[in-house]
């Protein structure tokens, strides 16, 4: 597993500096708990971009996770505790907090999902390489899956076997075009395994909502560089 130390010092880490995170990351390991920032915050701090959405993964369980937040400054939601997220509001900032887990079970649509004490564990369950990757409030990157390389050199790939990353989530087809529109930086070295395994499976779309679907297709034509995506 890499690991990889930034300074906090660089702009891009001055977010890690909020006050808000602070406490929160001491709720969660006052037990000994193990707590990360994850996915787009870290990518975007890398990359030198404005950090806005904060989430979190740690090997707390969400039942535990709920109850440590229900204290005095804290509002948390638990709509989606069956899948390990619990959000939780403080002051202005909100932050997803979801246990390391694993997939038993998908259908494309939802997942049967098992909680994990393992990093690398919820690591190989996400979807694409530079969602896997992790940091402390100290800027060390945790990269178990070699993402920080794929987002150095602009370059979206699936986790393992995109047609069964896929084939868990259908949603991942959209997801995969929209971080092109975001990350990828060269469209003639595209991951042609991805795009074949986004072909075939197209026609599976039509299980989702409307609203999902359109959620990811407006992220893509309000992103950047959205012509990149689609032309691709």
Known sequence: MTKIRGSRDSMRFKWLSSMELRKTFEILSENGGKVFCVGGCVRDSML??????????????????????????????????????ITVISGKQIFQITTFRSDLETDGRHAKVCFSQSLKEDAQRRDFTINALYMNLNGEIIDPLSGLKDLRRGYVRFIGDPTTRIREDYLRILRYFRFLSVYEEDNENLDQSALLACAKNKRYLRSLSKERVWMEFKNILSSAKPLRAIKA
């Not at 535990?64 to 989606?80: C, D, N």
Request: proline fraction near 5%.
């Open 48 to 85: 030198d971009r404005v950090v806005t959405d904060i989430d979190l993964a740690t090997d707390v369980k969400p039942r535990e996770v709920k109850r440590l937040f229900q204290r005095p400054g804290f509002k948390v939601l638990s709509s989606a505790m069956k899948y390990g997220t």
